[in-house]
């Protein structure tokens, strides 16, 4: 155990937790998306809390929350996000998000430890009007016609109007001070395996996948389902079906073990039982780690779709909608987390790379960034049902706390 208490308050910390899970409750996860009605109230709820850490901030005008520190010395920038995906768990965001908030509240009143920790809420994370829109905001990464073009992607309402419903539209997005803070440093739940697989309670980031997107359009020929004969028809829905298939059978040979695709949605036009589709929209993904890997994969899935396009009669039309680079964690961030992980978690730690992404990704472009992982129960997230247990809620509160500590102290 370490000589230097860290004062976490594991109960304040999972009381938080608790209070921002009935935040837009569903089953025993949230359905909080990005400007609803809770994820506004969610922002709100961290904005009353700053001054608990001698924190002023607003939403800015970009949904994100900044809690800024008058306190001299160096600064460290925490956070992560609250909004949700749809109908999905309470810690994917709120977890990293509270971690910072407690390191803020621990760490700024004690004048025995120079600088302060300022909080970060980042909007949009899980993409429903884009991606990484708020981090990217802060970044410098999003323009003004970003915003014009960015609409939810459930119900289509512009991100314009979104804002305006929010009362966000008059104010001005806060943007990143260069040199202000010394770097980021973001906790998460590992949304994976590995951690409880391996009996470990803490994950030290490496790196963070890069993410690429495609939309597929397959245009047929609509026509009806009792009278046209098999033979006759160009089904757009069923060339869908044979894209997916044949995407699985040929990815694995070209990819590296820990690439991963995912076909997220296809949408069948116009979607009747008893109407051939004319067209077909699928939303395909790729993360890797290792760009010239993707583009042999894109390469692929191309030459895929032409062959589909030929035996089916369709057109099949490829366009790549995202490239994300991936993003290396710095090393004096790993350390600090492997050594508050030797002293708060008996050293059960590892360093292990993230298949998910995490605005650390968009932070890490500008100053030196890290991340932790807590377990994830059964490695389920983006579901209602995504757990971390308490314990391992607390632990990973200490470690983050006490990395935080060392990061300022270095
Ligand atoms: C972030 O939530 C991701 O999809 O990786
Ligand atoms: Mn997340
Ligand atoms: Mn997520």
Redesign the pocket.
Known sequence: MADHPTKVDGARVLADLTALRAIGAYKTGVHRPTFSEPHLSSLKWLVDRLPQAGLAGEIDGIGNVLGISTKPGPKLLAGSHLES?NFAGWL?GPLGVVYALEAARVINPDPAIKGAVEVASWCD???HFGHFLGSRSFVGDITEEDIDAAHDRTDNRSMREALRAAGLAERRRVSAQRGRQIGYLEAHIEQGRTLESSGLGIGVVTSIVG?WQYRIIITGEQNHAGTTRMKDRRDAGLAAARLCVAIDDRFPAAADPRTVWTTGRITLDPGAPSIIPGHAEILFQIRDDNPALVERLEALLRETATEVATATGCSVEVECIRTGKPAMMDEKFQQAIEEAASDFAEGKSIRMPS????DAQVLATIMPAGMLFVPSIGGIS?HWSENTDDADIVRGAEVFVDACRRLLSN
């Open positions: 995906q994917d994370e899980e993409g993410i298949g998910a992404g995490h983006h």
